[in-house]
C-alpha cells in the first residue's frame, strides 16, 4: 500500500510541478495586469460611447413604446421558433446521416458521406438564399431549412464519431449476447456515447442559435431584423449602438442558458450512473451462497 501510494505521488509530481513562491508571484502579478488591462478597455469603451451621445435619451426613449417592445418580443419569439424547428430538425437529420455513415452497405455509406461532406462545405448562408430564391420558398421554411442541412451534416459527424469512440469491447460482448447491429447501436452503443457527445452537440446547436439571426437577410422577422427596423427606421438620431446593447446581452443570455443545461445535463448523468453504481454492489468475496439445501 505505501509502495503504491509512493508511486502515485511520483507520478503526480512528475506530472505537474507544484508553482514556487517566485512563481505563485509572477502568477498574481500577471493576474493583476490582466485584470488592470481589461478593466481600462471597459473603461475606455464606456468612455467612448458616453463621448457620442449613446446614452443619451433621445436615443433609449423608443424602448419605452409599447409598439417597440412588442415588435422585439415578437422578433425574440420568431428567433425561438426557427431555432426550435432547426435544432430539432438537425437532431434527426444529423442521426439518420449518422447512421448511414456507419452503415455496412456501401451505397447507402457512400451517399451519406456525399451528403454530409457537401453540406458541411456548404456556407450556411449561401444554402438559405438558394433555398429562398431559387426554390421560392417562404422566410421561415428557407431558414429552417438552410439551418438543417448545415447543422445535421455537422452534428452527423459528431454522432459518428462518438458512436466509434465506444470502447470496442462493449460492441463485441453485444454481439456475444446475440444482438443485431441496430439493437447494439441503440441500446448499446449510442447511450455511452451521447455522454460524451453531449458538449458538441450543444455548441452546435448555439451555433444554429446564432445564425438564426441570418434570416433578416430573407425577411424573416426575426430578433435581429426587428432590431435593425429600430435602428434604421425611426426618427430617433438612429439608436444603432442601443439597439446592439439590447439585443446582444438577450443573444449571449440565450446561449449560455444552453451551456448552463448542457452541464446540468451532464452532471445529473454523472449522479445517475454513481446511482446505479452503488445499486449493483459486488458480493463480499468471503460471503457463503446458500447451497440447495438451505434457506
Given at each position: 500500500?505505501?509502495?503504491?501510494?509512493?508511486?502515485?505521488?511520483?507520478?503526480?509530481?512528475?506530472?505537474?510541478?507544484?508553482?514556487?513562491?517566485?512563481?505563485?508571484?509572477?502568477?498574481?502579478?500577471?493576474?493583476?495586469?490582466?485584470?488592470?488591462?481589461?478593466?481600462?478597455?471597459?473603461?475606455?469603451?464606456?468612455?467612448?460611447?458616453?463621448?457620442?451621445?449613446?446614452?443619451?435619451?433621445?436615443?433609449?426613449?423608443?424602448?419605452?413604446?409599447?409598439?417597440?417592445?412588442?415588435?422585439?418580443?415578437?422578433?425574440?419569439?420568431?428567433?425561438?421558433?426557427?431555432?426550435?424547428?432547426?435544432?430539432?430538425?438537425?437532431?434527426?437529420?444529423?442521426?439518420?446521416?449518422?447512421?448511414?455513415?456507419?452503415?455496412?452497405?456501401?451505397?447507402?455509406?457512400?451517399?451519406?458521406?456525399?451528403?454530409?461532406?457537401?453540406?458541411?462545405?456548404?456556407?450556411?448562408?449561401?444554402?438559405?438564399?438558394?433555398?429562398f430564391v431559387a426554390l421560392k420558398v417562404q422566410p421561415l421554411p428557407a431558414l429552417v431549412a438552410g439551418l438543417t442541412l448545415y447543422n445535421?451534416?455537422?452534428?452527423?459527424?459528431?454522432?459518428?464519431?462518438?458512436?466509434?469512440?465506444?470502447?470496442?469491447?462493449?460492441?463485441?460482448?453485444?454481439?456475444?449476447?446475440?444482438?443485431?447491429?441496430?439493437?447494439?447501436?441503440?441500446?448499446?452503443?449510442?447511450?455511452?456515447?451521447?455522454?460524451?457527445?453531449?458538449?458538441?452537440?450543444?455548441?452546435?446547436?448555439?451555433?444554429?442559435?446564432?445564425?438564426?439571426?441570418?434570416?433578416?437577410?430573407?425577411?424573416?422577422?426575426?430578433?435581429?431584423?426587428?432590431?435593425?427596423?429600430?435602428?434604421?427606421?425611426?426618427?430617433?438620431?438612429?439608436?444603432?449602438?442601443?439597439?446592439?446593447?439590447?439585443?446582444?446581452?438577450?443573444?449571449?443570455?440565450?446561449?449560455?442558458?444552453?451551456?448552463?443545461?448542457?452541464?446540468?445535463?451532464?452532471?445529473?448523468?454523472?449522479?445517475?450512473?454513481?446511482?446505479?453504481?452503488?445499486?449493483?454492489?459486488?458480493?463480499?468475496?468471503?460471503?457463503?451462497?446458500?447451497?440447495?439445501?438451505?434457506?
Amino acid at each position: 500500500m505505501t509502495a503504491l501510494g509512493l508511486h502515485g505521488d511520483t507520478r503526480s509530481t512528475a506530472l505537474y510541478d507544484h508553482p514556487g513562491p517566485r512563481t505563485r508571484r509572477r502568477h498574481l502579478l500577471y493576474g493583476v495586469l490582466s485584470t488592470v488591462v481589461l478593466l481600462a478597455l471597459a473603461a475606455w469603451i464606456l468612455y467612448l460611447l458616453f463621448d457620442t451621445g449613446q446614452f443619451t435619451e433621445a436615443k433609449w426613449s423608443p424602448f419605452t413604446y409599447e409598439g417597440i417592445q412588442e415588435l422585439l418580443l415578437r422578433g425574440l419569439g420568431n428567433t425561438l421558433k426557427a431555432f426550435a424547428y432547426a435544432s430539432v430538425l438537425s437532431l434527426l437529420l444529423g442521426a439518420v446521416l449518422a447512421a448511414g455513415r456507419l452503415s455496412v452497405h456501401r451505397p447507402l455509406r457512400w451517399l451519406s458521406t456525399v451528403c454530409v461532406e457537401f453540406f458541411r462545405a456548404m456556407p450556411v448562408l449561401v444554402m438559405i438564399f438558394f433555398i429562398f430564391v431559387a426554390l421560392k420558398v417562404q422566410p421561415l421554411p428557407a431558414l429552417v431549412a438552410g439551418l438543417t442541412l448545415y447543422n445535421g451534416s455537422v452534428l452527423a459527424e459528431v454522432f459518428r464519431t462518438g458512436v466509434n469512440a465506444v470502447d470496442r469491447g462493449q460492441r463485441e460482448a453485444a454481439y456475444a449476447l446475440g444482438m443485431r447491429k441496430t439493437q447494439v447501436t441503440t441500446y448499446v452503443l449510442a447511450p455511452q456515447a451521447v455522454r460524451a457527445m453531449l458538449p458538441a452537440i450543444i455548441s452546435q446547436l448555439v451555433v444554429a442559435l446564432k445564425d438564426t439571426s441570418l434570416g433578416f437577410l430573407i425577411t424573416y422577422e426575426e430578433f435581429l431584423h426587428a432590431g435593425k427596423l429600430i435602428a434604421s427606421n425611426l426618427d430617433y438620431d438612429l439608436p444603432f449602438i442601443p439597439v446592439v446593447l439590447v439585443i446582444s446581452p438577450v443573444y449571449i443570455g440565450m446561449c449560455m442558458l444552453l451551456s448552463w443545461f448542457a452541464t446540468w445535463v451532464a452532471k445529473r448523468e454523472r449522479r445517475s450512473l454513481k446511482t446505479r453504481a452503488v445499486k449493483v454492489a459486488p458480493a463480499d468475496p468471503g460471503a457463503v451462497l446458500p447451497g440447495p439445501g438451505q434457506g
